[in-house]
């Protein structure tokens, strides 16, 4: 077992589309737009870890995927000068979930190591400035935490997924806490931020990414999944205390909300 990682007991059965897929012409037509999105993405070069050309890059992929973003203009609000960044912690449910927050706030994302190997989203995470973890390294644990400290104390916001893993929906498994140490050390807040998906407004498990699944199926099933809809939903900041495990537990529960895990 990683040191990151936790159980979860959904699978690739649970991914399913609520609506009829879309037809074939139309995945086409979405695959040749992603084909360019992510090709310009590409192009940015270095740029690519930059605010703005970050965000208009993940914005143009969500689109270009079918998907329509529900989110507010900002996760964390304007930042005076010397303010730290924030540690923006959230659900984990699919490899769209990073995508999607990023088009609303450029930040330095944190992704297991295989997305590296992932045709052209890799390269692409790569370039936008995404950290890879080794998750089955835990002596790399510390220098990890220390160097998230170090980007939020440079005014940069950091992205993590705290589950360690992916379930169905929105209210999966509570946080680990390693990385909640970083913003007490850096005296930087918590932005709890909770992703959901939608079909014809209704929620959806078909953008989960679970398991054994392949990123390829994956991908398949969002490029075909009909009036989808990715949803963004900011929590009010968390200030740090010394106690890392109540921090971690307020963020989760400000995530959940009132909602029942999909799976007890």
């Known amino acids: 077992?990683?040191?990151?990682?936790?159980?979860?007991?959904?699978t690739v059965r649970c991914a399913a589309?609520?609506?009829?897929?879309v037809a074939a012409a139309v995945r086409a037509r979405r695959c040749a737009a992603l084909a360019g999105a992510l090709l310009r993405g590409l192009a940015s070069g270095p740029d690519l870890a930059c605010g703005e050309v970050l965000r208009t890059q993940a914005r143009g992929v969500v689109r270009a995927l079918g998907a329509t973003l529900e989110a507010p203009a900002s996760v964390s609000g304007p930042r005076r000068p010397g303010e730290a960044g924030s540690l923006i912690v959230s659900d984990h449910i699919s490899w769209l979930d990073a995508l999607a927050?990023?088009?609303v706030e450029p930040a330095t994302a944190l992704a297991k190591r295989e997305v590296a190997q992932w045709p052209l989203f890799g390269p692409l995470a790569e370039r936008a400035g995404v950290q890879?973890?080794?998750?089955?390294?835990?002596?790399?644990?510390?220098?990890?935490?220390?160097?998230?400290?170090?980007?939020?104390?440079g005014g940069r916001s950091v992205l993590v997924f705290p589950q360690g893993t992916t379930w169905c929906t929105e209210s999966g498994s509570g946080f680990r806490r390693a990385l909640f140490q970083a913003a007490i050390d850096a005296e930087a807040p918590v932005r709890p931020v909770t992703v959901?998906?939608?079909?014809d407004g209704e929620p959806s498990t078909v953008a989960a990414f679970l398991g054994d699944d392949t990123f390829a199926a994956s991908l398949h099933r969002v490029i075909s999944a009909r009036n989808l809809a990715v949803r963004v939903?900011?929590?009010?900041?968390?200030?740090?205390?010394?106690?890392?495990r109540a921090l971690a537990a307020a963020a989760?529960?400000?995530?959940?909300?009132?909602?029942?895990?999909?799976?007890?």
């Open 101 to 103: 927050l990023l088009a």
């Open 252 to 264: 989760h529960a400000a995530i959940r909300g009132t909602r029942a895990p999909a799976h007890p």
């Open 196 to 199: 959901s998906y939608r079909q």
């Open 1 to 10: 077992m990683s040191c990151w990682a936790v159980a979860s007991p959904c």
């Open 17 to 21: 589309h609520r609506v009829p897929p």
């Open 233 to 244: 939903t900011p929590h009010p900041a968390l200030h740090p205390a010394p106690d890392r």
């Open 132 to 153: 890879f973890i080794d998750r089955d390294r835990f002596r790399t644990l510390p220098d990890t935490v220390a160097q998230v400290a170090d980007v939020l104390r």
